[in-house]
């Protein structure tokens, strides 16, 4: 702060430093498909909230969230692509063919109708009890199992055996069903891009379906510009 005196006044000189207030909402500059790239992260996040889900609501949760983000994404990719760019509309349509005929790619499209209409979005293997333990070894007699969950052994351990056998309960992987579209049926993809899959495990599927959203998001950047859209997962 300074100040100056002047006919018999004294002007005071403040300073200070625009500041946006709190529970202001900042401006951000619009990258080129930055909007297309959010929802590919959010896919991203999906999938990562399945792998550390806690019960089953939380994994179908993320599977459905993975399946909207991801055609979200390409929803808006396409349309800002095609609305900026006069060659985007040649470039993407072999892109857009291949998603029509890759088994795994035309499912996770179809995949995200059925989940709008609140149809089941997963399924499960069934549970199953697990007998034994690392360091057990020998024979297993009557097994009692008690309302409380507590459970009994009749177990004869051979020599050098370290420890007792212990009861678990496996509660079941998740598999993607077959999904109905329009009256066209589509069972889970045994292959992705010419190769086989070997499971029906949602992560499996998603993380290559993801993959290949991702990488066709880096060839368009490289074709038509805005390296900062890449940054992201």
């Given amino acids: 702060m300074a100040s100056l005196a002047w006919k018999g006044f004294v002007l005071v000189l403040e300073t200070g430093k625009l500041g946006i207030p709190p529970g202001a909402i900042t401006p951000v500059p619009h990258t080129l498909w930055g909007s297309a790239r959010r929802k590919l992260d959010e896919a991203a996040e999906a999938l990562r909230a399945m792998e550390a889900a806690r ?45 029509e005929a890759d088994p795994l790619l035309n499912y996770l499209r179809n995949a995200r109708h059925q989940n709008q ?18 360091g057990f070894n020998g024979h297993i007699g009557d097994v009692r199992i008690f309302q ?16 007792a056998p212990v009861l678990s309960i496996e509660p079941g992987d998740p598999s993607i069903p077959p999904v109905t579209n329009r009256g066209k049926l589509f069972s889970p993809p045994t292959e992705h891009l010419g190769e086989l899959i070997g499971s029906t495990h949602p992560l499996a599927i998603g993380n290559r379906g993801w993959n290949w959203y991702n990488n066709a998001f880096c060839d368009a950047i490289e074709e038509f510009g805005d390296a900062n859209s890449l940054s992201g997962n």
Avoid: M
């Fill in 55 to 99: 019960d089953r609501n939380e994994c179908e949760d993320g599977w459905t969230r993975f399946v909207d983000s991801l055609e979200e994404f390409w929803h808006r990719f396409y349309q800002e692509g095609k609305e900026k760019f006069d060659e985007f509309p040649g470039w993407v349509k072999d892109r857009n063919t291949l998603i």
């Fill in 117 to 134: 209409h609140g149809r089941l979005s997963l399924t499960w293997n069934s549970p199953r009890l697990r007998i034994g333990s690392p």
């Fill in 148 to 163: 409380d969950g507590t459970y009994s052994v009749d177990a004869d351990r051979t020599p050098g055996s370290l420890h």
